[in-house]
Structures are given as C-alpha cells and as structure tokens.
C-alpha cells in the first residue's frame, strides 16, 4: 500500500474515532425517558446527527433507531475503504461481509418468525456497492426459497441450503449462526494472508484470533450453564482459531463438567478472568472489555492502516452495542446507575 493512503486511513478512523461518545454524553443518555428523547441527544449533540437529521424522534421505533446507527457506522467504514488501493481491498472490505451475514440472518429471523411487522427494507449504500448479492430479493425474502434465490451463486447459499434442507421444520438458527461466523472467520484470515506480511499480518491475526477465542469462551459457558451440551457438541459449535489458551487448556475447559468448574479453568487461563459462578451474567460483559481494550490499545499506538481499521470497527460496533444497551435500559426502565454498569467505554475521559 501506499504511504499516502496509509497515512490518509489511519489519520482519517483516528480523527473519527475522536468524535465517539464521551463519559457525560452517555450519563445524558441513560437518565432519558424514551427511544424519542435519545434520539433527540443523538441527533443533536453527536456525530450521528447526519445520519438522524431526516427522522422523527417523536414516532422513531427502536429498530429504526438501531437500524440507523448502524448504518451510520457502515457509512464511516465505507469512507475509509475508499482510500485503499485495489491490492489491499480485500482484507478491507471484510467488515462488509459482517453487513451481508447480519442482513441474512436479520431475515431468517424474519422468516423464522413471519413477523414482517418493522422489516426494514433499506440496506447500507455501501452494502449497495461493493455486495454481489441480490439485494432486493434478499430484503424481501418472506420464505427459506426466496431467500436461497436471493442468495444464489454466493457462498452462503452453499451454507444455508444444506442446513435448510436437513431441518425443514425446525430450522437450527444456532447452528446456521456458527456456520456463517466460521465462514467469516476464515474469509479474514485469508484475505490477512493474501495482502500482508509481516508485524501487520502478525498482529491483525492476533486481533481477530483473540475476538474468536472470547467468543468461543462465552459459547462454552452458555452450553455448561444453560444447555447441558456434551463436549463434542460444544466443540462442533466453536470456530478454530490460535489464540492466546494452549490446546491442552481448552481440551480441560471443554471437558470441565459442570459451569462452575469451567469457570475456575478460565481463571487459570491466559485471560484470567475471575467471575464468581453467581455472577455469571456478565461473562460476555468481560470478554467484551477485554476486547474493547485491546482495539483501543491499537487505536492509540498502531499506525498500520489495516490495524487501525479494525480497531476502529470493534470499537465503532461497541459504542452502538451501548446505545443499543440504553434503549432497551429505557425501554425495561433500569435505573441510570445500573445501566452505566453495563457499558463499555474508557471510564477516564
């Protein structure tokens, strides 16, 4: 790449980066009474006020909230894979992967519950430009063949069409997620290997290793504590990755035989993450953290264009991941101080 357009992204996601959600907005948001008056805060004192300045906060729903806000974050992405030459595109244009795969399984959902009620039919325009899908037959599937034509000749019509045809009457979302992660995962890692070498390649696989392992460890909690799996069964539904936990240490977490047990095993990971089996509800709230803080890390001290691209999606997903977290505060009527509690952002600024 370029040490221009290097410099253009990393200087570009950092400067955007500067305009995220501070401590005082957020204590704002959590003390508001409805989904309009946090529109209203978003609209009109943040850098998401672009992307709101058409709505109506008096009638916006909250899918139509979340739906914006993470347009808004696609839009920002799509600004900086336009400074990126065609070698180096690949790797870039990873993140809109992420937009097709949740689009797809916003619509099984959809189809799942034939519940068309608040179907969003608009896309992302930069899904618009860089997807190879058909997207209006995709936004506006009402069944399994519709979408699978929606889909066809890409690659998550081979996923989905076999998963489809196995449960016809009991379509297996679990196991259709998994199946589209794992085709996410191993897409980054190619495109990783296929663009850059290196400190760069070394450190964007650490990166995206580190968010599959976190993910993989929540997984294998919920199955011991909710689900009762098996271990191959646990095992079928992670996604492989080289992470920071030796293969030995997994092999004792995954046959761990009880929660409980599995949580002293993580303690006594790399992670060290010590949660009380009593609170055991905040799991994913601090495998979150500790990714939220590694992305910030590169954030401030990466200069590598690619590094400080991810960065900036993970961190770009957390602060909508709040927002997000707030309406439904708001919604349930949590209390302000309990709602900051579930946040993640830098309690410092």
Not at 151 to 160: F, H, K, Q, T, V
């Amino acid at each position: 790449m370029m040490l221009g357009a290097t410099g253009a992204i990393s200087a570009k996601a950092k400067a955007m980066y500067g305009q995220r959600i501070r401590v005082a907005q957020y204590e704002e948001l959590v003390r508001k009474k409805s989904v309009s008056e946090i529109a209203q805060v978003l609209k009109n004192e943040t850098a998401y006020g672009d992307t709101l300045k058409d709505i109506r906060e008096a009638s916006i729903h909250r899918g139509q909230l979340e739906h914006l806000l993470k347009q808004n974050l696609y839009e920002r992405l799509d600004k900086l894979v336009r400074y990126v030459d065609r070698k180096s595109k690949a790797y870039f244009l990873a993140a809109l992967k992420e937009v097709e795969i949740e689009q797809i399984m916003m619509r099984i959902r959809l189809i799942l519950s034939q519940d068309f009620t608040y179907a969003i039919s608009d896309v992302p325009l930069s899904l618009r430009h860089y997807s190879k899908l058909n997207i209006e037959k995709l936004m506006t599937a009402q069944n399994f063949a519709e979408l699978l034509d929606g889909l066809r000749g890409s690659p998550y019509e081979a996923i989905l069409k076999p998963i489809v045809k196995m449960n016809p009457q009991s379509f297996p979302y679990t196991e259709c997620e998994s199946a589209m992660q794992r085709f996410y995962t191993e897409y980054v890692m190619n495109a990783i290997n296929e663009t850059f070498k290196g400190k760069t390649a070394a450190t964007l696989k650490q990166m995206w290793a580190t968010r599959v392992e976190l993910d993989n460890i929540t997984k294998i909690y919920r199955y011991k504590k909710f689900f009762h799996g098996d271990e191959q069964e646990i095992r079928s539904s992670l996604i492989e990755c080289e992470g920071c936990i030796p293969r030995t240490k997994l092999n004792e977490m995954l046959a761990a035989q009880s929660a409980e047990h599995f949580l002293k095993l993580l303690a006594e990971s790399p992670y060290h993450l010590h949660v009380d089996d009593r609170e055991y509800v905040y799991i994913e709230y601090y495998a979150d953290q500790i990714k939220y803080h590694l992305a910030k890390r590169h954030m401030h001290y990466d200069s590598a264009a690619a590094i400080v691209y991810s960065a900036y999606q993970l961190l770009g997903e957390r602060e909508i991941e709040n927002l997000i977290n707030i309406v439904e505060g708001v919604r349930y009527r949590v209390a302000p101080e309990e709602m900051m509690t579930m946040l993640i952002y830098d309690k410092e600024e």
